[in-house]
């Protein structure tokens, strides 16, 4: 499965932000203490956002950030399937296969936000990986941002340690919100291997590394994400990045940029798809 990565998560909050922002928090509900497993019990969070008003909704890292009247923050962590559904009911087409649909369609609601004005925020989570908390300081929630990083931090960041290019783009330190998808249309983009070390990359390629990583997760961003799997927009609505990809699951294509075939390998437990010819 392919986790929500960095356009997936910032399309999702800037949709969030749209419907929920300067509303008012007046229950929440959750089924399972599993969402909030960061916290004791429900009270805990009760007594930080009841009767607070939503003041920003931004992402940092991959996470969904609430900002409150009271400076706290709500954050949702997405992981696999965690979707956040403003006033919708789960179509079917969230249910596993064979799931009965009628009463069972909010089987896989975690938590429930009730917000002013008759609205309420879903975190819908088939897997159960995802998670909420109310935390006051977002200090080491996540590492350098790929769309706001400097080019000196990225060069810093790359060269840091020798790591396999693909591992490194994986990993959510010193930069947050690239995943599996990205990491592969990035590096195509860029025309560098995957299993390159970091070290042995000459600073021409890093600066293609890094002009790669802002313009492919910006695309992404303008196509509202990819829905390989379970990824939706808060009104269940698709991404359309996938139409779009170049070389993520497009093993034994010719190449969309020379005539190399697109191979796939593993790196690092994660399949990684690369055209031999170009990517060097």
């Not at 609601?109 to 109310?134: A, E, W």
């Amino acid at each position: 499965n392919t986790m929500p990565e960095l356009p997936e998560v910032e399309t999702n909050s800037r949709a969030l932000k749209s419907q929920i922002l300067h509303k008012k928090i007046l229950g929440i509900e959750v089924s399972g203490k599993r969402v909030i497993r960061n916290h004791k019990n429900i009270s805990e969070i009760k007594n930080k956002i009841i009767g607070k008003t939503i003041t920003d909704v931004f992402r940092i890292g991959k996470q969904v950030a609430l900002q409150l009247s009271n400076r706290e923050f709500v954050l949702f962590h997405l992981m696999m399937t965690g979707k956040l559904l403003v006033n919708q009911p789960s179509p079917s087409s969230f249910l596993a296969e064979g799931e009965e649909t009628q009463s069972k369609e909010r089987k896989h609601d975690r938590l429930i936000i009730f917000l002013s004005g008759k609205n309420k925020l879903v975190f819908n989570d088939i897997r159960q990986f995802g998670k909420c908390q109310v935390i006051k300081n977002l200090d080491g929630v996540s590492g350098h941002d790929p769309l706001q990083i400097s080019w000196s931090d990225f060069q810093k960041a790359v060269l840091a340690k020798d790591k396999v290019l693909k591992i490194f783009m994986l990993e959510q330190k010193p930069i947050s919100g690239i995943g599996n998808i990205y990491a592969d249309e990035i590096l195509w983009s860029a025309g560098i291997h995957p299993l390159r070390r970091t070290k042995s990359l000459s600073s021409a390629e890093i600066k293609k590394l890094f002009n790669s990583t802002k313009n492919i997760l910006n695309f992404a961003i303008q196509k509202k994400g990819t829905s390989a799997r379970d990824y939706r927009l808060p009104d269940g609505s698709q991404g359309e990045y996938y139409n779009f990809r170049k070389v993520y699951q497009r093993a034994g294509e010719k190449c969309k940029k020379c005539s190399g075939v697109i191979q796939r390998i593993m790196v690092g437990g994660r399949s990684t798809h690369f055209c031999p010819k170009h990517q060097k």
